[in-house]
């Protein structure tokens, strides 16, 4: 199993300004995802983050508007640059779920609210 | 890809009642199916999974069937409690691959 820390837990956060959220693990892990839950909406991957190299993207979401930083095998966060009100979402911090470790474990979450 | 529907969107049921939600999904090849419970504030939790080789799996008051000539599973919750109340999420994987999950169901248990 796997502990995972996100925060911040919730913010409001002005439009046109950037928020970085982090996540923390309790264990060393390969690959970490951060996906997007809109209102009412499924889980929606935006990116997978590994180690020491440049994270890779899934269709739609781009590096210059959430950059990702993976500086070690625990740690990793993700940023909501020039935040729109429709980057509303709860962010959310995973491992596991791919390759041979079948379970995912997730964060608590980040609920953010642009105004 | 694979893409996953779920269905009902909502599900209100009475305590001591059973709840089901079905999902579909897409690509025959998928091989893993996982249910993840999310409460309110909280991260999605897994609370059950089948793999395609076996049609059916419980644990206490959950279960899971798969029909892998439909390609469709289900979630059936027994008995339900006040404090199964929450969003459910099914979830579907090929191979190695990432999960693709649907959209939700948010179950309420009136007591």
């Known amino acids: 199993s796997a502990v995972i820390s996100q925060k911040p837990s919730r913010d409001i956060c002005q439009r046109g300004t950037s928020l970085t959220i982090q996540c923390q693990v309790d264990?060393?892990?390969?690959?970490m995802f951060w996906y997007r839950q809109q209102p009412g909406q499924s889980l929606t991957l935006i990116a997978t983050a590994n180690q020491g190299s440049e994270a890779t993207y899934e269709s739609g979401f781009v590096i210059d508007k959430f950059p990702i930083s993976r500086p070690n095998l625990t740690f990793s966060t993700l940023t909501v640059s020039n935040m729109s009100p429709e980057d509303s979402s709860i962010y959310l911090c995973s491992v596991g779920g791919r390759g041979t470790s079948t379970e995912a474990f997730f964060g608590q979450g980040t609920r953010l609210t642009v105004v | 890809g694979e893409n996953v529907e779920q269905h009902p969107s909502t599900l209100s049921v009475q305590e001591g009642d059973s709840a089901v939600i079905k999902c579909t999904y897409s690509d025959s090849a998928s091989n893993y199916f996982p249910w993840y419970k999310q409460e309110l504030g909280k991260g999605p939790q897994l609370i059950i999974d089948i793999r395609s080789n076996v049609g059916e799996k419980k644990d206490q008051r959950i279960a899971v069937t798969l029909n892998k000539t439909a390609k469709h599973f289900s979630l059936h919750i027994t008995e339900t409690q006040p404090e199964d109340s929450a969003v459910y999420f099914c979830a579907a994987r090929l191979g190695y691959s990432t999960l693709t999950f649907g959209k939700g169901t948010m179950l309420l248990v009136s007591p």
């Open positions: 264990s060393q892990v390969t690959m």
